[in-house]
């Protein structure tokens, strides 16, 4: 009995090792040869927080000696983008660093904007941290193409056209941090009845803001998201 229950673990740890291997390592390095061939010397490019595939993408595209800058748009409360700047300037990256209510005036100057996507559903939005809408907006008012990088796996198949109807919550506390260590004036909200602090994680960027979505099978627009589930469900 122990040795069935043995081979099944291995079995089963190899299945799981070669599922990872094969839809996040070489989609991985599939994604990045593409989105690499679309950067060009003179290019500045937004990205948004932090996301170890765009960060990969953009150190790669150093590594071929193309010349670049890097705006880092970031947001509160985790203050992902400070990660993502240190890492790009010790690698000799030119970096701006801005905070959300700032990317307006900072568009103007952008080339384009990479971005990831923690999902992209079925009727082709693209779901994303909390703030990735507001870049496709913003960059499509100033005609900026806006390119999402993203794995097949994380294709989903719900529909989902907000993020108010299904989100995650994170923890409200984390709001009330504040730069300066003073305490927010909101510090007490738990002992108001009337207030309620929402920290949303995700929400929805419309296809329509989206210039190309680029995959480990190809560079597709957000309408061939259901091609996509097609073919995963026959090839399982």
């Known amino acids: 009995y122990q040795r069935r229950v043995r081979g099944?673990?291995?079995?089963?740890?190899?299945?799981?090792?070669?599922?990872?291997?094969?839809?996040?390592?070489?989609?991985?390095?599939?994604?990045t040869e593409k989105a690499v061939n679309r950067i060009?010397?003179?290019?500045?490019?937004?990205?948004?927080?932090?996301?170890?595939l765009i960060l990969h993408i953009l150190l790669e595209a150093k590594a071929q000696n193309k010349?670049?800058?890097?705006?880092?748009?970031d947001s509160r409360p985790d203050l992902s983008g400070v990660s993502s700047c240190e890492r790009l300037t010790a690698?000799?990256?030119?970096?701006?660093?801005?905070?959300?209510?700032s990317s307006t005036y900072i568009m103007k100057k952008v080339t384009k904007v990479?971005?990831?996507?923690?999902?992209?559903?079925?009727?082709?939005?693209?779901?994303?941290?909390?703030?990735?809408a507001m870049m496709g907006l913003i960059a499509n008012t100033y005609n900026k193409p806006v390119i999402v990088c993203c794995e097949t796996y994380k294709f989903c198949e719900r529909v989902?056209?907000?993020?108010?109807?299904?989100?995650?919550?994170?923890?409200?506390?984390?709001?009330?941090?504040?730069?300066?260590a003073e305490e927010s004036p909101?510090?007490?909200?738990?002992?108001s009845p009337n207030t309620r602090l929402v920290n949303l994680v995700y929400d929805t960027t419309p296809p329509a803001l989206v210039s190309i979505v680029i995959t480990e099978i190809?560079?597709?627009?957000?309408?061939?998201?259901p091609v996509v589930l097609r073919r995963g469900a026959v090839k399982m």
């Open 40 to 52: 060009v010397n003179g290019d500045t490019i937004l990205i948004f927080k932090k996301s170890q």
């Open 114 to 132: 990479m971005l990831a996507a923690d999902a992209l559903l079925a009727n082709g939005y693209v779901l994303g941290p909390v703030g990735t």
């Open 8 to 31: 099944s673990y291995i079995a089963l740890h190899s299945q799981i090792h070669s599922s990872c291997f094969q839809n996040i390592y070489l989609a991985g390095k599939s994604i």
């Open 67 to 73: 010349e670049f800058k890097v705006v880092v748009v």
């Open 91 to 101: 690698a000799g990256i030119p970096c701006s660093y801005v905070y959300i209510n």
């Open 186 to 191: 909101v510090a007490g909200w738990r002992e």
């Open 160 to 180: 989902q056209t907000d993020s108010i109807l299904y989100n995650e919550l994170a923890d409200p506390d984390s709001m009330l941090k504040t730069l300066n």
């Open 218 to 225: 190809a560079e597709l627009p957000c309408s061939s998201a």
